[in-house]
């Protein structure tokens, strides 16, 4: 099964390849857990993985098909009607074909000699992305392994512009100026941790991130921003860059675009827009005017791995005027010589903070071929309406608190167990004890220090009546926890 002669010939190598890719898929057929998760600890997991990666012999076709077996069945389901806790999607067939065929390539997209048509379709698949954005012919982009490098990408890029621009100085060549300890970046109190992380790790510390209070359904208050911004000036302060969110991960907000951009202009400040959740309403003509104003940012992260159902790594980081790529560029004569701009041979490594990169344009391209615009649509429009509908249930529901009504496909609430000074702990109790029965994998946060549970839809599968007997087992669940103490 598993078995290959180091010495096979090449025609004995493409059958041994037909084997392993059906094998394998038999083998998920079958062990894949029939419930969200076994709900084994970490501990009981670990006892079944060794300890020798490497032995001396190679494993029987038995020992590899049963150590796949044990990851298999000690998996998370993504795709089972009660696993909605995180942005983690079923990934769509078509994706997972492709995923084959670019692993099967290895193509490495640094250089145009290793990756010749995937350089040309990544172009070309980023320039129409671009399009779709709003932005103009002057843009240009680049597929990262997520939300966090995007958001990285365009704070480093707003970092060394403004500091080019203020001071003429090139971090590039000679690393920070003593000035940039005054440089802030804007965003809600809401927006991802990344922010901060990324702050850190450009050398500005998390210090230099000011978060602007949200109004009650989570979006940046511009008033807010503008009173931020004005206080500024007295204490020596310099706006770097402005960071909205186009769909945050607990509540799907979206910041209110078109306010923010004017604001960021009147500032002279970079717009980076964390679209990495929403970003997927382009695609859907009955919500994409929840994203007007998202033409207007500098640069922007959208995530093909979460409302659009690619395998991870799947994601785009896209950038308003392309030549400020150049404050990322490097060549390396073996990569990218000069001569080979010149000689109009494209090398993506200059467009990417990463070298050895994946072919991962190639699955997104061929799922939109295989859903067409329409079906593409449909799916979010019903991600969307579970969450909505579920959002129905919760509201009707006396075992339960809504927090706010959503506006993606996230909904936050909380189980009101009989003692109410016990809800932050019982509500921390409910979800974990979900999760080690095996029985749903919810998700979980603090909301202004208050403890809730969430759903992340986003599997357009699933029906109504699988969300109403989801939330039934939750409250099933909340109501045996009410009865003994947390002790137990």
């Given at each position: 099964m598993?078995?290959?002669?180091?010495?096979?010939?090449?025609d004995q190598n493409k059958q041994t390849f037909r084997t392993l890719i059906a094998e394998a898929a038999k083998l998920i057929g079958e062990a894949f857990p029939e419930q969200p998760y076994?709900?084994?600890?970490?501990?009981?997991?670990?006892?079944?993985?060794?300890?020798?990666?490497?032995?001396?012999?190679?494993?029987?076709?038995?020992?590899?098909?049963?150590?796949?077996?044990?990851?298999?069945?000690?998996?998370v389901s993504v795709s089972h009607p009660y696993t909605a806790a995180h942005l983690h999607c079923p990934p769509l067939l078509a994706a997972l074909a492709a995923e084959v065929v670019i692993s099967t390539l290895n193509q490495s997209?640094?250089?145009?000699?290793?990756?010749?048509?995937?350089?040309?379709?990544?172009?070309?698949?980023?320039?129409?992305?671009?399009?779709?954005a709003g932005f103009l012919s002057?843009?240009?982009?680049?597929?990262?392994?997520?939300?966090?490098?995007?958001?990285?990408?365009?704070?480093?890029?707003?970092?060394?512009?403004?500091?080019?621009?203020?001071?003429?100085?090139?971090?590039?060549?000679?690393?920070?100026?003593?000035?940039?300890?005054?440089?802030?970046?804007?965003?809600?109190?809401?927006?991802?941790?990344?922010v901060e992380r990324s702050a850190?790790?450009?050398?500005?510390?998390?210090?230099?991130?000011?978060?602007?209070?949200?109004?009650?359904?989570?979006?940046?208050?511009?008033?807010?921003?503008?009173?931020a911004l004005n206080s500024f000036s007295a204490q020596g302060l310099?706006?770097?860059?402005?960071?909205?969110?186009?769909?945050?991960?607990?509540?799907?907000?979206?910041?209110?675009?078109?306010?923010?951009?004017?604001?960021?202009?009147?500032?002279?400040?970079?717009?980076?827009?964390?679209?990495?959740?929403?970003?997927a309403l382009l695609f859907s003509p009955q919500h994409q005017a929840k994203l007007v104003g998202l033409e207007s940012a500098d640069s922007l992260a959208i995530d093909f791995h979460k409302l659009l159902w690619q395998p991870i790594p799947c994601s785009a980081f896209l950038l308003r005027d392309n030549a400020n790529f150049e404050f990322i560029k490097f060549h390396a004569d073996y990569l990218n010589p000069d001569f080979h701009e010149g000689e109009g041979i494209p090398n993506l490594v200059s467009t990417s903070l990463l070298t050895s990169?994946?072919?991962?344009?190639l699955k997104l391209w061929i799922s939109f071929q295989s859903l067409g615009s329409e079906k593409l649509a449909a799916m979010i429009d019903r991600t969307l309406a579970l969450a909505a509908f579920a959002a129905k249930v919760i509201r009707t529901s006396p075992h339960l608190e809504l927090m706010?009504?959503?506006?993606?496909?996230?909904?936050?609430?909380?189980?009101?167990?009989?003692?109410?000074?016990?809800?932050?702990?019982?509500?921390?109790?409910?979800?974990?004890a979900l999760f080690d029965q095996g029985l749903a994998v919810i998700g979980h946060t603090r909301v202004r220090n208050r403890q809730f549970l969430k759903f992340t839809f986003l599997n357009p599968t699933v029906d109504d009546m699988e969300v109403k007997n989801l939330i039934q087992i939750i409250v099933q669940q909340g109501q045996k926890l009410d009865m003994r103490p947390a002790s137990a």
């Amino acid at each position: 099964m598993f078995e290959t002669d180091f010495v096979t010939s090449r025609d004995q190598n493409k059958q041994t390849f037909r084997t392993l890719i059906a094998e394998a898929a038999k083998l998920i057929g079958e062990a894949f857990p029939e419930q969200p998760y076994l709900g084994r600890s970490a501990t009981s997991l670990a006892q079944s993985v060794g300890s020798d990666f490497l032995s001396r012999q190679r494993a029987s076709e038995e020992e590899i098909s049963q150590t796949l077996r044990t990851i298999v069945m000690n998996s998370v389901s993504v795709s089972h009607p009660y696993t909605a806790a995180h942005l983690h999607c079923p990934p769509l067939l078509a994706a997972l074909a492709a995923e084959v065929v670019i692993s099967t390539l290895n193509q490495s997209m640094d250089s145009f000699d290793q990756a010749p048509i995937a350089t040309v379709v990544e172009q070309k698949m980023v320039r129409w992305l671009c399009d779709k954005a709003g932005f103009l012919s002057s843009a240009n982009g680049t597929f990262t392994t997520g939300g966090s490098q995007s958001n990285f990408m365009g704070l480093l890029l707003a970092r060394d512009a403004f500091i080019q621009r203020a001071w003429g100085w090139s971090v590039q060549k000679c690393g920070l100026p003593p000035d940039a300890r005054n440089l802030r970046i804007l965003c809600s109190d809401v927006a991802h941790f990344t922010v901060e992380r990324s702050a850190a790790q450009l050398g500005l510390g998390t210090d230099s991130v000011v978060r602007i209070d949200t109004d009650d359904r989570f979006r940046m208050k511009v008033s807010s921003l503008r009173s931020a911004l004005n206080s500024f000036s007295a204490q020596g302060l310099l706006p770097m860059a402005i960071v909205a969110t186009a769909g945050t991960t607990d509540f799907g907000s979206i910041d209110p675009l078109p306010e923010i951009a004017s604001v960021a202009r009147e500032a002279k400040c970079w717009l980076h827009i964390d679209a990495a959740y929403g970003g997927a309403l382009l695609f859907s003509p009955q919500h994409q005017a929840k994203l007007v104003g998202l033409e207007s940012a500098d640069s922007l992260a959208i995530d093909f791995h979460k409302l659009l159902w690619q395998p991870i790594p799947c994601s785009a980081f896209l950038l308003r005027d392309n030549a400020n790529f150049e404050f990322i560029k490097f060549h390396a004569d073996y990569l990218n010589p000069d001569f080979h701009e010149g000689e109009g041979i494209p090398n993506l490594v200059s467009t990417s903070l990463l070298t050895s990169r994946r072919f991962d344009a190639l699955k997104l391209w061929i799922s939109f071929q295989s859903l067409g615009s329409e079906k593409l649509a449909a799916m979010i429009d019903r991600t969307l309406a579970l969450a909505a509908f579920a959002a129905k249930v919760i509201r009707t529901s006396p075992h339960l608190e809504l927090m706010c009504d959503p506006h993606l496909s996230t909904v936050v609430f909380r189980y009101l167990p009989k003692i109410p000074t016990d809800v932050d702990s019982i509500n921390a109790r409910l979800r974990q004890a979900l999760f080690d029965q095996g029985l749903a994998v919810i998700g979980h946060t603090r909301v202004r220090n208050r403890q809730f549970l969430k759903f992340t839809f986003l599997n357009p599968t699933v029906d109504d009546m699988e969300v109403k007997n989801l939330i039934q087992i939750i409250v099933q669940q909340g109501q045996k926890l009410d009865m003994r103490p947390a002790s137990a």
